[in-house]
């Protein structure tokens, strides 16, 4: 009686389509990381943005305390500069979406952003998400 049995050899090792499957899958997930990277950059613009326009509202407020007569129509940067949190040496400014430096108006309260031409400038299209502007 012959009791050895003739075994076949294990093949230990990928086939392609289980490499390929991998790699599709590595490919899938970087792609998402890549994408959520990007999103998060322009949110913490906005944030950052939202930040600095709570700055200049808080000292909007202020010097309205000390000066409850004055309109705000006729306030300046220069009188808000004094009352701004930190003590800053320049008025701040906002960097937009496409590396553009802008301005913020400060005779309208809440203030906001402004492009150039004058025109508020909120990329993301609501005026109550804290984004970019200083919300309700």
Do not use: C
Not at 18 to 24: A, D, Q, R
Not at 72 to 79: G, L, N, R
Not at 100 to 108: G, Q
């Amino acid at each position: 009686m012959n009791t050895s049995r003739r075994l076949k050899p294990l093949h230990r090792g990928f086939t392609l389509i289980e490499m390929s499957l991998v790699i599709g899958l590595l490919i899938a997930l970087m792609s998402t990381g890549i994408f959520f990277s990007s999103a998060i950059g322009t949110w913490k613009a906005g944030r950052d943005a939202s930040e600095t326009l709570r700055s200049v509202y808080v000292a909007q407020r202020t010097f309205l305390a000390d000066h409850p007569t004055t309109s705000m129509s006729s306030v300046s940067k220069s009188d808000l500069l004094p009352y701004i949190p930190g003590k800053p040496s320049t008025f701040p400014t906002v960097e937009g979406l496409d590396g553009v430096v802008r301005d913020i108006k400060v005779t309208v309260s809440p203030p906001v952003v402004i492009d150039n031409t004058g025109i508020t400038y909120d990329p993301s299209g609501k005026p109550n998400d804290s984004l970019w502007d200083v919300g309700e």
